[in-house]
């Protein structure tokens, strides 16, 4: 869906053009979907769930030894 907005005339301001388009844009809904969908993600699956779990326990493990060792 495109929204478009073109001038009234040749000496409309710029910044009223661009309120037009910024109450265009919220009216229609574009931004608040585009958002959510943003924010949507699918849940994992179980093997996925654990495979991120062994991955975040040898980093967290790494760290635990580069801090023994004195390197950070």
Same mark, same amino acid.
């Given at each position: 869906?495109?929204?478009? @907005?073109?001038?009234?005339?040749?000496?409309?301001?710029?910044?009223?053009?661009?309120?037009?388009?910024?109450?265009?844009? $919220?009216?229609?809904? @574009?931004?608040?979907?585009?958002?959510?969908?943003?924010?949507?993600?699918?849940? $994992?699956?179980?093997?996925?769930?654990?495979?991120?779990?062994? @991955?975040?326990?040898?980093?967290?493990?790494?760290?635990?030894?580069?801090?023994?060792?004195?390197?950070?």
């Amino acid at each position: 869906m495109a929204i478009q @907005v073109t001038r009234k005339d040749q000496n409309e301001a710029n910044e009223n053009v661009i309120r037009r388009f910024n109450r265009k844009v $919220l009216q229609s809904g @574009v931004l608040a979907e585009a958002k959510t969908k943003m924010r949507h993600s699918k849940p $994992l699956s179980k093997r996925d769930r654990r495979l991120k779990a062994i @991955v975040r326990d040898q980093h967290k493990a790494e760290k635990a030894e580069r801090i023994r060792m004195g390197l950070k």
